[in-house]
């Protein structure tokens, strides 16, 4: 999600760079419980969860656990903040714009601290979650800033003699939930617009990665929105998230996370009250990449998109198809810069390559630094499936359905969640490393011939959220990449995201676009 390009862009700004910046010594972390009404409250149940650094395998902090009760409590503060006569509903337009951009200040004043929370919390590099992450959310704060009293309505010439116009009004309470990848960044997405079309949110962050959003909530009440404007709700997904997408007080949900729960939500809004929903789903995304293309960018891009944040983005260059000509060299050039990315703490500024993410589980607390003991519980089945088990199965099933692998493929020995940067060539469109979304740092290499052949097979998937185009033929660009069933076509670069254009999928990547 290189929102504005990349690291090496926010490293380039100026001739002279001044020094990196630094992750921020953090003693204790302050904001832990649920955010309503902008108050700090506990959990009704009385239940808290750990959130884990998935780097050591160590406990960060417990959090106070959100269920459908708090979810309740929540959706009444955002329900009495947005209702008519409202301080919110009756604020200027350009108020709402004002605030946007003072949270964005606040976002600037604790870029480091967020940095470092968000790397801590996902395992992400703090250069990585410096210059991406937080760019990105407050880009999205404050393009939104600008739309507040933008948003018209239409004049319309009816028959006779009427005058006729619509209005724009907020849609109400939204919820969001939101998932752990990019947990700050996703927030933004989701609250930016939301606000500054004068909603109110109930937003629920991944229970792996809770910290970011809770220190944005004493931000957003230290920027001045009023009480119950957004309210924060970490917990769980059948509980506090599914208590979001039923509720019959919300009026729509906003979910980026796995297409098997975006069809949950979709199902619940339907059988509750209908409520609007927008989902980003997964996605397996082509790159074709033409013999006249520059092919050391093309390797460099490819496989920027398809190891970023550990390969855990739902924009991840999963199925790279190169020509034949140039099939062999691609492959070469893709390993030897593999096998040079770096591999360390997240907090290093070296490192470019951290671990993937924790599941947060209560029992880990117990035996915080017993990673060991996750497996266990996975062997009895009495936990979710572990993203860095998820990920070493799929690459046993590339290895066992004949794909050549080229380097990777397995766990760093003796360090918490990291999996070597892997790469496998003469994958075939029928294994399951070329069909299923990995989420994993797994670069997969395919060979194809003609145009026409390779059109249809990156088309042939349920997913179609981004594709990619390498090619020094305009008229190529252009015709390959009107014939992708896809949300985002980029042309000689990856994960260019940008605040100003829409993102979303087609077919199984979901409904709706965001920003
Ligand atoms: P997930 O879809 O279960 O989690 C995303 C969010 O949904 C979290 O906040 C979670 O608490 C919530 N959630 C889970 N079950 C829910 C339910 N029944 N009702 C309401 N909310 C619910 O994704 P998970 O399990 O973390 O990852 C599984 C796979 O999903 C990944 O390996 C990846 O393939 C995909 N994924 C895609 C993402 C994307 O950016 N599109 C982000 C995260 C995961
Ligand atoms: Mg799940």
């Not at 979001?244 to 809004?269: C, P, Y």
């Not at 050391?296 to 550990?310: C, L, P």
């Amino acid at each position: 999600m290189a929102q504005n390009g990349t690291i090496e862009n926010g490293l380039a700004r100026n001739a002279c760079p001044p020094p990196l910046p630094q992750p921020v010594k953090i003693p204790e972390i302050k904001h832990t419980k649920i955010f309503i009404n902008n108050e700090w409250h506990t959990s009704i149940k009385g239940k808290k969860f750990p959130t884990i650094n998935p780097a050591t395998g160590v406990k960060i902090c417990d959090v106070e656990e959100a269920d459908k009760a708090d979810v309740d409590e929540a959706v009444r503060a955002a329900r009495a903040a947005g209702q008519r006569g409202s301080e919110w509903r009756l604020m200027d337009a350009s108020s709402r714009g004002r605030l946007l951009h003072r949270l964005a200040d606040l976002l600037e004043r604790e870029r480091a601290v967020l940095a470092t929370l968000e790397s801590m919390d996902t395992g992400k590099p703090f250069l990585h979650a410096f210059f991406v992450d937080l760019d990105g959310s407050i880009k999205t704060l404050r393009y939104y800033a600008g739309w507040t009293d933008k948003i018209h309505g239409k004049t319309m010439p009816v028959d006779e003699n009427f005058v006729c116009f619509t209005k724009h009004e907020p849609v109400g309470v939204c919820g969001a939930i939101i998932p752990w990848n990019f947990p700050l960044l996703m927030f933004m997405w989701k609250i930016a617009p939301a606000l500054a079309c004068g909603n109110t949110v109930v937003i629920k962050p991944a229970e792996q990665t809770p910290l970011t959003a809770l220190h944005v909530g004493a931000i957003i009440k230290e920027a001045g929105f009023p009480p119950g404007v957004v309210n924060i709700v970490p917990g769980f997904g059948p509980t506090a998230g599914a208590a979001i997408a039923s509720h019959m007080n919300i009026d729509k949900v906003a979910f980026t996370g796995s297409t098997e729960v975006g069809q949950l939500i979709k199902a619940a809004a339907a059988k509750s009250n209908l409520k609007r929903v927008t989902l980003e789903l997964g996605g397996k995304n082509p790159c074709i990449v033409f013999a006249d293309s520059d092919l050391q960018s093309a390797v460099e891009e490819t496989q920027k998109g398809a190891f970023f944040n550990q390969g855990q983005a739902c924009t991840a260059a999963s199925r790279i198809y190169v020509e034949e000509p140039v099939y062999d060299e691609f492959v070469r050039l893709s390993v030897e810069r593999a096998k040079n990315i770096v591999i360390g703490d997240p907090l290093e500024p070296r490192t470019s390559h951290g671990p993937q993410v924790s599941y947060s589980f209560e029992l880990l607390s117990v035996f915080s630094s017993c990673v060991q003991i996750v497996y266990v519980f996975l062997l009895l089945g009495q936990i979710d499936q572990h993203q860095f088990d998820k990920i070493l199965e799929l690459v046993d099933s590339g290895k066992k359905e004949g794909a050549m692998l080229e380097c990777g493929g397995c766990a760093v020995e003796d360090r918490g969640l990291f999996i070597h940067p892997t790469i496998f060539s003469d994958v075939k469109d029928h294994m399951r490393i070329a069909k299923e979304e990995i989420f994993g740092p797994v670069q997969c290499i395919m060979k194809f011939k003609t145009q026409e052949e390779v059109i249809n097979r990156a088309n042939s998937s349920h997913y179609g959220l981004t594709a990619a185009v390498f090619t020094r033929d305009i008229h190529r660009a252009m015709s390959v990449s009107a014939a992708m069933e896809a949300g985002t076509v980029w042309v000689n670069c990856y994960n260019a995201l940008h605040a100003q254009a829409p993102f979303g999928g087609y077919k199984m990547s979901g409904n709706g676009r965001e920003l």
